[in-house]
């Protein structure tokens, strides 16, 4: 499926503030920046900073990006409405706002009375002057403001009219986006899309409203304008530069007035024009408008997630409205009242609905959608834009960025995953592992005739993968299609197709499990092929723990020794560890390290002990899982026996040795390597 977008949705993202807030995320500076430039390869209109002035870290990041700017998103700086009882301009958080140096700024405030009255302690009209306040401050600073309205949702259903006042406070002090918040995460999507609906209608807010006058990309029914055809006649070359001077539309002529739609009051230039030069929803990142663009020929683009026109913001010079005079197309029919504020939906997760939620709102009308990657939120999380994008963008035809941008949709997943210091969720929808993974054989057996018995959409378009996961329970499809998977072109008459299901099967029986274990797999598979390389060979190992006691609590410290043969050269080498695992994995790297640099690269990332009979006591068989990581990939090995010692042995052994063959593979490519053309 590809994106059919009649008008794009803004992305915004929040990983660096609300996903840091997630318990067990901590990030650093250097983290931060990587995230945010992360997101602006994936084409994220928005990014928010976070809340200058409120952490030192914060401060710096804003410093860090005016030195080195993003290549194309708008970083957003965080900040609440001014105190109580204080004017915004003496407002030492509103200067630290000020004092970051972004363009756009978002500025939350209270929307549920409870909050004005038991959580601020002021007066219900001090909290629409708070907001109204702030906003017209800023705007008189020449920022750009995105007002979130914090806990919308209870407060609409708690007393309408006030949630509705705070947002009529926003829009006339020239907030140029009402981002509706579902702060407590407590509503459901039906819930959403009705208030969501009734705000649009209220506020008359997020299209424009021309009194009919204009129906701009959209279907014009009694033919009056027929927008978006080849226009024949050529009697209006509209969208060109108009060299007889008859029609002097779209300069800004605002007296002064820095802002991109109007001043404070609401108020418009007769002469502004719609902007498309930039992917935020009016004017450039500046607020500048361009000298030759025209109302009549702006239709929805479809080559760009920009609102209007191509990713040059040129506009086709054919695109005109066909039976409109000189006289009727005049620039006041595009200016406010019909420019209005955008609407923006910010759901979180506590009912699992937080993605469902920001759909059901874009359904309504809104066109920003606020969440996180991978979902990092407090509490439950935040709406998950790994799944946002791709349902917006390839389930409803709204584009939010680019298809080449929207296929690096997993790698950004995995790499702030990564970045955070939190394992990725396999299975995660769209960029999970496990997504698009078929383990049952008839399955296994459908997909391989047709991907689209058990897939919702090709797996490549948002840059994951399909998998094959073995198991006892595959027959020859799934081995087969694994085997191709790993480079291995195998036909179902090989023996070898036999042999490797029945030592699948013999193995999983004692123990092992290959679902989460690909990497042992592949060498397993390997093996009975015939073409296993061993890059080193182990003559055994010794490890010793010492169990010490310190001044309040016992503590261990482990030795192990391990000897291995290299081209036929026996190596010795001891390390020390935390524990034993650790020091066996710190001994053979030390031993291979001068043979095979790349090993310095390897890391454990991830450690499973799991007990397979329970009632055994201290004699149960053990599996261990090991997952291994260069920076670039990961991959997983197993062992398993009844010393635990052993199977990790085992484990971290087929890892490092995995991680040589991957490093192998890379320089010369498994499918041209001697073996497989021997076979």
């Known amino acids: 499926m590809t994106s059919t977008a009649s008008h794009p949705i803004w992305i915004y993202d929040t990983t660096l503030r609300d996903g840091a807030q997630r318990e067990g995320i901590s990030l650093s500076l250097e983290d ?24 030192p870290k914060d401060v710096q990041f804003f410093w860090k990006l005016k030195e080195e700017p993003l290549k194309q998103a708008e970083v957003v700086a965080f900040c609440s409405t001014r105190r109580p009882n204080m004017i915004a301009a003496e407002d030492r958080m509103l ?102 609906r009734d705000v649009a209608k209220e506020l008359k807010v997020g299209r424009l409203n021309v009194e009919n006058e204009l129906n701009v990309g959209r279907l014009n029914v009694d033919n009056e304008l027929k927008v978006g055809r080849l226009n024949v006649d050529n009697e209006l070359k509209v969208g060109r530069l108009n060299v007889d001077n008859e029609l002097k539309v779209g300069r800004l002529n605002v007296e002064g007035s820095n802002l991109p739609c109007g001043n404070a009051k609401g108020e418009q230039p007769a002469n502004l024009q719609p902007a498309t030069e930039t992917n935020l929803p009016y004017g450039n990142a500046k607020g500048e408008q361009p000298a030759n663009l025209q109302p009549a020929n702006l239709q929805p683009g479809t080559e760009t997630n920009l609102p209007y026109g191509n990713a040059k913001g040129e506009q ?52 920003m959608v606020q969440g996180t990657i991978n979902g990092y939120g407090e509490r439950c999380g935040n709406a998950n834009l ?29 790499l702030i995953s990564e970045i955070v210091n939190l394992a990725p969720n396999e299975h995660a929808a769209f960029v999970g ?52 998977s790993f480079g291995h072109d195998l ?31 592949d060498l397993l598979m390997r093996d009975a092929l015939g073409y296993r390389e061993h890059p080193f060979e182990l003559k055994g190992c010794q490890i010793h723990c010492d169990m010490l006691q310190g001044v309040s609590k016992p503590y261990s410290n ?74 670039e990939q990961r991959w997983t090995t197993v062992g398993v026996s009844s010393n635990i010692l052993e199977a990790s042995y085992e484990a971290v052994v087929e890892g490092i040795e995995y991680g040589l063959l991957l490093e192998s593979s890379a320089k010369t490519p498994l499918s041209h390597s001697p073996a497989l053309k021997e076979r």
Not at 394 to 414: V, Y
Not at 442 to 456: D, G
Not at 496 to 517: M, P, V
Request: glycine share 8%.
């Open 386 to 414: 790994c799944s946002v994008i791709p349902n917006l963008q390839l389930k409803l035809g709204l584009r939010c960025i680019q298809d080449n941008q929207l296929a690096k949709l997993t790698q950004a997943s995995r």
């Open 95 to 196: 200067q630290a706002i000020l004092a970051a140096g972004t363009r756009w700024v978002t500025i939350f405030g209270k929307s549920w009375d409870l909050h004005v009255t038991e959580g601020l302690k002021t007066s219900l009209e001090e909290n629409l002057a708070m907001i109204g306040d702030t906003i017209e401050y800023l705007r008189s600073q020449g920022r750009r403001v995105i007002y979130d309205a914090e806990h919308w949702f209870d407060g609409y259903k708690a007393n309408r009219e006030y949630a509705l006042k705070t947002l009529r406070a926003a829009r006339d002090a020239g907030a140029e986006w009402l981002v509706l918040c579902d702060t407590n995460g407590g509503t459901l999507p039906e819930e959403i899309a009705q208030i969501v």
């Open 433 to 484: 592992r496990s997504a698009f993974a078929h383990k049952g054989g008839i399955h296994v057996s459908a997909v391989a005739k047709n991907p689209l018995t058990y897939e919702h959409i090709q797996p490549e378009q948002i840059g994951n993968q399909r998998r094959i996961v073995i198991s006892d329970q595959s027959g020859l499809s799934n081995v087969l299609a694994k085997a191709r």
């Open 491 to 521: 036909d179902k008459k090989d023996p070898a197709c036999r042999e490797i299901l029945e030592r699948l099967k013999d193995l999983e029986n004692e123990g092992y499990q290959f679902e989460a274990a690909e990497a042992s797999f």
């Open 316 to 367: 086709p010079a054919n695109l005109q409205p066909a039976n409109l005079q000189p006289a009727n197309l005049q620039p006041a029919n595009l200016q406010p009242p019909n420019l209005q504020p955008m609407l923006g939906i910010h759901t979180h997760n506590d009912s699992d609905t937080a993605v469902a939620n920001a759909l059901a709102a874009v359904s309504q009308g809104a066109c």
């Open 558 to 631: 482990s030795v192990a020794t391990i000897k291995v043969s290299v081209n036929n050269q026996d190596i010795l080498e001891v390390a020390e560890g935390n524990g034993p695992v650790s020091a066996l994995d710190a001994a053979l790297r030390k031993a291979l390290v001068n043979f095979y640099p790349e090993i310095a690269d390897f890391h454990l990332t991830d450690y499973k002990v799991r007990i397979l009979d329970g009632a055994a006591g201290t004699s149960a068989k053990t599996r261990v899982l090991v997952e291994s990581s260069n920076g």
């Open 32 to 55: 931060k920046l990587r995230i945010a430039r992360q997101l602006d390869e994936l084409g994220i209109p928005f990014i928010e900073g976070g809340w200058p002035g409120a952490n």
